[in-house]
Every structure is written in C-alpha cells, then in structure tokens.
Nanobody, 118 residues
Framework: QVRLVESGGGLVQPGGSLRLSCAAP???????????MGWYRQTPGNQRELVAD???????NYADSVKGRFTIARDNSKKRVYLHMTDLKPEDTAVYYC?????????WGQGTQVTVSS
C-alpha cells in the first residue's frame, strides 16, 4: 500500500511562491510509477477539488484557476511529486492533499495547509 506524506505548506504573502512536496516512503519505484499523481485542495465547507495531476507518462492537467501559475512535476526515481505555486492569491488558501490513483486504488496524504495572506 502506498503511503503519501506532504510537506512545504505554510504562510505566504499574495504574489509569493511555495513548493509543495509529496513523498511515497517505502514504496517500490515500479509501484509508484504505476500511479497518476495529483494535488487537490479543500476549504472548509467545500468539496475537495483537483488542482493538478500528472499521469504516468507525464501528461498534466490543471484546474483553470491555477493554469499559468502552478506547475506539477514528478520525480519517479525519488518517488516524489511536486507542486510549484507562483503568484499566489488569497483564494488559493486551502489544505492541499496529495493523491495517488490507479484502477482499484485511490490514496490520500494527510494534507498540508497553505495560507495566502498579508
């Protein structure tokens, strides 16, 4: 079973940048490579929404609200996925969750808080 651990959240001013990292410790590389990896976010009272995901072969998908500002990348050799966030806005404030999915599996990390405020 894949276990996901997020890091990199925090408080940042509007216009600033953050990089989130998601590790899959103890996961065999070939198993990690079989998952589509993604980042989702959730605010109180709202459903969790897709921010970006990256498939096994590298194709990416972004929410319209983050296109041009956020970049998702994966390092299969390190079993990590990253979310580089730039030009952050107050509306990006949320708990960000790492996700790994494939047929028969949908795995979540514990989440990391991102707060954009002056």
């Amino acid at each position: 079973q894949v276990r996901l651990v997020e890091s990199g959240g925090g408080l940042v001013q509007p216009g600033g940048s953050l990089r989130l990292s998601c590790a899959a410790p103890g996961t065999i590389t070939s198993v990690f490579n079989s998952y589509t990896m993604g980042w989702y976010r959730q605010t109180p009272g709202n459903q969790r929404e897709l921010v970006a995901d990256i498939a096994v072969g590298g194709p990416t998908n972004y929410a319209d609200s983050v296109k041009g500002r956020f970049t998702i990348a994966r390092d299969n050799s390190k079993k990590r996925v990253y979310l580089h966030m730039t030009d952050l806005k107050p509306e990006d404030t949320a708990v960000y969750y790492c996700n790994a999915r494939r047929i028969g599996a949908n795995i979540w990390g514990q989440g990391t808080q991102v707060t954009v405020s002056s």
